[in-house]
């Protein structure tokens, strides 16, 4: 087992409030001072959890550079004070750096109870795995 230091369970905090305040940015019809306040503190606790380091070598490798210019320039956009255009341009940047996390994160939600025998319906789970780059077969 591994063991988790206080500045990671700090940075899962940090973290958490950032996707609650991200979403509710959104829900309060993008309120730009809460998707703000959402993408500092979503940063700051992946920082925390990782380390700066790694939180560096993640964003600016190569093959990610294009999904890191996307999401920093719509926290920037949001920042200025565009938050549609801002939260379009960060989610695309999102989907781009951790679309090769999709498809473990597609297996995990098919072992959920009520998740995972909606994405194993027939339509569903065509839709899911065109999304999740995955082939699946069925025998």
Known sequence: MFSITDTQKIGVG???FGIFFLFLGMLLLFDKSLLALG???FIAGLVA??????TF???FQKHRLKGSVAFFGGILVVLWG???VGMVLEAYGFFLLFSGFLPAA??????V?????FLNMPGVS????KLAGESRTTV
């Open 82 to 84: 565009w938050p549609i």
């Open 113 to 117: 109870p009520l998740i995972g025998t």
């Open 126 to 129: 065509k839709v899911v795995d």
């Open 39 to 41: 993408n500092i503190l």
């Open 49 to 54: 959890v990782i380390g700066r380091q790694r």
């Open 106 to 111: 597609v297996n995990f939600l098919r072992s």
């Open 14 to 16: 940090l973290a958490g």
């Open 57 to 59: 070598n993640f964003f």
